[in-house]
C-alpha cells in the first residue's frame, strides 16, 4: 500500500505555510519543509523559516538543519524526505510537504532516482569560491535549461549543476538520464495560485517590509562578516550586499531585493503549472476559512474515503 502524501505548493508570499499549518491541525498531520534556502541554518529571515510560533503549532521537519556551507543535492534530499515521512507515517500521523522547490517536491513524489557523477572536492571550493553572479552567467551558457530552473542566488545548486558540466555531462542531460520507478508515494498536491498577479506581488512587497523590521539587514550583515560564500548569496542577503559595502543606498537595494523575489515567483508560478493533477487553490478569490475548509474536505476524502466519518 503506498503512504499517503499531501503537498502544499505555490510561490514564494502566496500562503503556503499558513495553509500547511491547518491543516496539519485538523487531521494530526507534521510539516516536511521542501525549500532548498531553508534548510540552511543561520539566516531565517531571508529564506523564511518557520517561526517559533508556527513551529509550536504544527511540528516541523527539514528546516534549519545544515550549515550554509554544506553541499546539499536533491538526491539527498528526497532520501531525507523519504525517512521523514516513513517516520511520519509510521506514528499514524499525516505527512505534509509544504514548500516552493517543485524540483525537491516533485523528485520526491515521482520517486526519481538520480544518475551518479562523480565531482571532484577541489573543483567545487574553486567554484564556491567565485561570485555567483559570473557561476549562474556560465550556467546560463554551458545549460540554459537548468539554469532557468535554479535561482541564480542558490550558489549550491549553481555549483553542483557546473560541476556535472565540467565532469562531463550537463544537469539537464543527468535528469534526462535518471530514472522514475515506481512511486511509493499517493500525492494529494494543493498548488496555491493568485488569478490577479499584482495581488502576489503585493504580497511579496509586503512581506519583504516585513523581513526588513524584522531585522533582515543584521541578519545579511552577520551573514556577510561570519558566513561563507553560500549564505551570502542566499535570497534576501545578496541583494542587499552593494549597501553593506556602502555603494548604494538601502531604498536602491531593497527595490532590487522586492522585484528579485517577483522574478523568482514567476519562476516557480511556471513550474508549478507544468505539473499536471493538481488541485489549485485561489486565495485570491475566497477567503482563508473558504480555502482552509475547501482543502480540509478534499484532504478527507483524499485520506479516508467513505471511512472518512469513522476515523478516530
Same mark, same amino acid.
Given at each position: 500500500?503506498?503512504?499517503?502524501?499531501?503537498?502544499v505548493a505555490?510561490?514564494?508570499?502566496?500562503?503556503?505555510? %499558513?495553509?500547511?499549518?491547518?491543516?496539519?491541525?485538523?487531521?494530526d498531520g507534521e510539516i516536511?519543509?521542501?525549500?532548498?534556502?531553508?534548510?540552511?541554518?543561520g539566516?531565517?529571515?531571508?529564506?523564511?523559516?518557520?517561526t517559533?510560533?508556527?513551529?509550536?503549532?504544527?511540528?516541523?521537519?527539514?528546516?534549519e538543519?545544515l550549515p550554509?556551507?554544506?553541499?546539499?543535492s536533491?538526491?539527498q534530499?528526497?532520501?531525507?524526505?523519504?525517512?521523514?515521512?516513513?517516520? &511520519?507515517a509510521?506514528r499514524?500521523?499525516v505527512p *505534509?510537504l509544504?514548500?516552493g522547490? %517543485?524540483?525537491f *517536491?516533485?523528485?520526491f513524489?515521482?520517486? *526519481?532516482q538520480?544518475?551518479h557523477?562523480?565531482?571532484n572536492p $577541489?573543483?567545487?571550493?574553486?567554484?564556491?569560491?567565485k561570485?555567483?553572479?559570473?557561476l549562474y552567467?556560465?550556467?546560463?551558457q554551458?545549460?540554459?535549461?537548468a539554469a532557468?530552473?535554479?535561482?541564480?542566488?542558490n550558489?549550491?545548486?549553481?555549483?553542483r549543476a557546473?560541476?556535472?558540466?565540467?565532469?562531463g &555531462?550537463t544537469?539537464?542531460?543527468?535528469?534526462a538520464?535518471?530514472? !522514475?520507478? $515506481?512511486?511509493?508515494?499517493?500525492?494529494?498536491?494543493?498548488?496555491?495560485?493568485?488569478?490577479?498577479?499584482?495581488v502576489?506581488?503585493?504580497?511579496?512587497?509586503? !512581506?519583504?517590509?516585513?523581513?526588513?523590521?524584522?531585522?533582515?539587514?543584521?541578519?545579511?550583515?552577520?551573514?556577510?562578516?561570519?558566513? %561563507?560564500?553560500?549564505?551570502r548569496q542566499?535570497?534576501?542577503?545578496?541583494?542587499l550586499?552593494?549597501y553593506l559595502?556602502?555603494s548604494?543606498?538601502?531604498?536602491t537595494?531593497v527595490?532590487?531585493?522586492?522585484?528579485?523575489?517577483r522574478?523568482y515567483?514567476?519562476?516557480?508560478?511556471?513550474?508549478?503549472? !507544468?505539473?499536471?493533477?493538481?488541485v489549485?487553490?485561489?486565495?485570491?478569490?475566497?477567503?482563508?476559512?473558504?480555502?482552509?475548509?475547501a482543502?480540509?474536505?478534499?484532504?478527507?476524502?483524499?485520506?479516508?474515503g467513505? $471511512?472518512?466519518g469513522k476515523?478516530?
Open positions: 500500500m503506498k503512504t499517503k502524501v499531501l503537498v505555490g510561490p514564494t508570499a502566496s500562503g503556503k505555510t %499558513g495553509l500547511g499549518i491547518a491543516l496539519a491541525r485538523r487531521l516536511v519543509c521542501a525549500d532548498s534556502m531553508q534548510i540552511y541554518t539566516m531565517p529571515i531571508a529564506t523564511a523559516a518557520p517559533a510560533a508556527e513551529r509550536q503549532a504544527a511540528v516541523h521537519h527539514l528546516a538543519i550554509p556551507d554544506t553541499p546539499f536533491v538526491a534530499y528526497c532520501k531525507l524526505a523519504a525517512e521523514t515521512v516513513a517516520n &511520519i509510521a499514524g500521523k *505534509i509544504v514548500g522547490t %517543485g524540483l *517536491i516533485d523528485s513524489i515521482d520517486h *526519481i538520480f544518475a557523477v562523480q565531482t $577541489d573543483l567545487r571550493r574553486e567554484l564556491l569560491a561570485d555567483g553572479t559570473e552567467r556560465t550556467l546560463q554551458v545549460d540554459p535549461t532557468a530552473e535554479i535561482h541564480p542566488n550558489k549550491n545548486r549553481v555549483v557546473l560541476e556535472l558540466y565540467y565532469a &555531462i544537469k539537464t542531460a543527468q535528469n538520464a535518471s530514472r !522514475r520507478e $515506481d512511486s511509493p508515494y499517493e500525492a494529494l498536491y494543493f498548488v496555491l495560485h493568485y488569478r490577479d498577479r499584482q502576489l506581488y503585493d504580497r511579496i512587497n509586503a !512581506r519583504v517590509d516585513a523581513m526588513l523590521a524584522a531585522g533582515l539587514v543584521e541578519e545579511a550583515r552577520q551573514a556577510y562578516a561570519a558566513c %561563507g560564500p553560500t549564505a542566499a535570497i534576501g542577503h545578496k541583494e550586499l552593494p559595502e556602502g548604494e543606498p538601502l531604498e537595494a527595490e532590487r531585493l522586492k522585484q528579485e523575489t522574478r515567483a514567476k519562476r516557480q508560478i511556471t513550474w508549478f503549472k !507544468r505539473r499536471q493533477g493538481t489549485v487553490l485561489e486565495p485570491d478569490t475566497m477567503d482563508t476559512e473558504r480555502l482552509i475548509a482543502a480540509t474536505a478534499q484532504t478527507e476524502d483524499f485520506l479516508y467513505k $471511512d472518512k476515523r478516530a
